[in-house]
């Protein structure tokens, strides 16, 4: 079993800054890519930004130059730095991950979410 726990969403005056951190335990051999993905109501969920293990990184590109994804191997922890939020940030953000497990096979899981509201 693993399992993904987000955390340092909440309430921000547009312009402000949130730092989102999801930290994967459980059967884990390895973690591949990570990422952050979020959705609105009434929206599909889409992709925020992506990380390798090596440490690339990708981004939508309403959040290029205000979002910044990293991750600590050690911890099996992804971040996501946010700044200069806007409106139209506000979503509820979910966290992804490749996760080996033990039984030789790689398998996507989700967090529960955490809600991020940005207020004009």
């Known amino acids: 079993q693993v399992q993904l726990v987000e955390s340092g969403g909440g309430l921000v005056q547009a312009g402000g800054s949130l730092r989102l951190s999801c930290a994967a335990s459980?059967?884990?051999?390895?973690?591949?890519?990570m990422g952050w993905y979020r959705q609105a109501p009434g929206n599909q969920r889409e992709l925020v930004a992506t990380?390798?293990?090596?440490?690339?990184?990708n981004y939508a590109d309403s959040v290029k130059g205000r979002f910044t994804i990293s991750r600590d191997n050690a911890k099996n922890t992804v971040y996501l730095q946010m700044n200069s939020l806007k409106p139209e940030d506000t979503a509820v953000y979910y966290c992804n991950a490749d996760v080996l497990i033990p039984t030789v096979v790689w398998r996507p899981y989700w967090g529960q979410g955490t809600q991020v509201t940005v207020s004009s």
């Open positions: 990380i390798t293990r090596g440490g690339r990184t």
């Open positions: 459980g059967s884990i051999v390895s973690i591949n890519a």
